[in-house]
Structures are given as structure tokens and as C-alpha cells.
T-cell receptor, first 109, second 115 residues
Framework: QKEVEQDPGPLSVPEGAIVSLNCTYS??????FMWYRQYSRKGPELLMY????GNKEDGRFTAQVDKSSKYISLFIRDSQPSDSATYLC?????????FGSGTKLNVKP | NAGVTQTPKFQVLKTGQSMTLQCAQD?????MYWYRQDPGMGLRLIYY???????DKGEVPNGYNVSRLNKREFSLRLESAAPSQTSVYFC??????????????FGDGTRLSIL
């Protein structure tokens, strides 16, 4: 079983929609989670990181951790075509970062 | 401000050939990483270097070697390339490896095809 599982999509939404991206994790020992955004033919860039349960908001982005269900989510409000990218979740665990396989998002104008 | 620079950007090799992928960072980071990214598999850690002079295996180290040449540079070597090593390779760096909220900064990758 992979440390972090993520639905690969693709996910296609109209501009302005609320997007929900989700991951599950298996190791509860570490509670540091990150979301990265990766544009085509580019390296991932960090969007947000969270610790333990609860929500963290940054502009149009909200990261949420649900410890009870081992579920992490990224919400994008008022999605824009420029948000079209692959989104990777990651968990920090024993000095290493374990990444999900990524969800490809397409926001249509 | 270059960040993390990887060379080459593209490479085609024949089975059995060797090559070294180069990575350099200009952010004075202590920790550096090599990942491979394959469709459906996400990013998988090959090797990492917590600090200059140290290297450790990641999730998929077989068939690879690394060298932390100095604080700036971390190279990945394929001694005898195999088709299964066809992938996109990413180098990353972070301030320290033991602080989880330190983000990793990634290069733009090396696309490697092995025939």
C-alpha cells in the first residue's frame, strides 16, 4: 500500500467553480501535509502545508486535514484557467516526503 | 535567481550506457533530493542528502548512485541504463531535512529515455 493515495483524474471544471482535490494517507504517525502544483514540463511548486487537523486558508486555496478518516483535501474557490495543472499531495514522514500520484485539473474558460 | 538547475533537460540513451544527471542549487540549502516521476506513480524518492557529505537511500535506489559534490551540487549516476529507468528525473532542495515545514524547491526536470 502506498503511503499516500490520490485520484489521478483528470478533473475538468468550468471557470469559477469550486474544486475539491483529495488524498488519503496510511501512516498516522506524522501529521505534516503539503500540496504542490505542477504545470506541464515544470517542477512541482509548493502551494500550502498543514499540520495535524483543521483548515488552513491562503487566498483562494484552503487545505484541510481530517485525521479521523486519514483524508486531506485542497479546495480552490473561483477557479481560473491558470489553475489548470497537476496537483500533488505529500506527507512528511521519517525525514522523507511521500507524494501522491497527482490529480490533473483542467479549468475551462 | 535560478533556484535549482538541472542538466541536461533531455537525454536519450541506449541500454547499458552510463550517464550522470547534474543538479545545482543557489539557495544555500543543506538538503538535496533526487526523485523520479512516472505516470500513475507520482514522485518517488531515489536518494537524498541531508547535508554535505551524507547520502541516504530513498524508496527506489536500485540502479542509481549519487554524489554530494559540495553544498551546491548533487549528481545522480546511472551506471548501466535500463529501459525501466526511462522517466522524468527531478532534483529538489530544502533548508533542512528534519524540519517538515521547509518546502522543497524543485528543478524543471531531466527527461530521460532509454532505448
Amino acid at each position: 500500500q502506498k503511503e499516500v493515495e490520490q485520484d489521478p483524474g483528470p478533473l475538468s471544471v468550468p471557470e469559477g467553480a469550486i474544486v475539491s482535490l483529495n488524498c488519503t494517507y496510511s501512516n498516522s504517525a506524522f501529521q505534516y501535509f503539503m500540496w504542490y502544483r505542477q504545470y506541464s514540463r515544470k517542477g512541482p511548486e509548493l502551494l500550502m502545508y498543514t499540520y495535524s487537523s483543521g483548515n488552513k486558508e491562503d487566498g483562494r486555496f484552503t487545505a484541510q486535514v481530517d485525521k479521523s478518516s486519514k483524508y486531506i483535501s485542497l479546495f480552490i474557490r473561483d477557479s481560473q484557467p491558470s489553475d489548470s495543472a497537476t496537483y500533488l499531495c505529500a506527507q512528511y514522514n521519517f525525514n522523507k516526503f511521500y507524494f501522491g500520484s497527482g490529480t490533473k485539473l483542467n479549468v475551462k474558460p | 535567481n535560478a533556484g535549482v538547475t538541472q542538466t541536461p533537460k533531455f537525454q536519450v540513451l541506449k541500454t547499458g550506457q552510463s550517464m550522470t544527471l547534474q543538479c545545482a542549487q543557489d539557495m544555500n540549502h543543506n538538503s538535496m533530493y533526487w526523485y523520479r516521476q512516472d505516470p500513475g506513480m507520482g514522485l518517488r524518492l531515489i536518494y537524498y542528502s541531508a547535508s554535505e557529505g551524507t547520502t541516504d537511500k530513498g524508496e527506489v535506489p536500485n540502479g542509481y548512485n549519487v554524489s554530494r559534490l559540495n553544498k551546491r551540487e548533487f549528481s545522480l549516476r546511472l551506471e548501466s541504463a535500463a529501459p525501466s529507468q526511462t522517466s522524468v528525473y527531478f532534483c529538489a532542495s530544502s533548508e533542512v531535512v528534519h524540519i517538515s515545514n521547509q518546502p522543497q524547491h524543485f528543478g524543471d526536470g531531466t527527461r530521460l529515455s532509454i532505448l
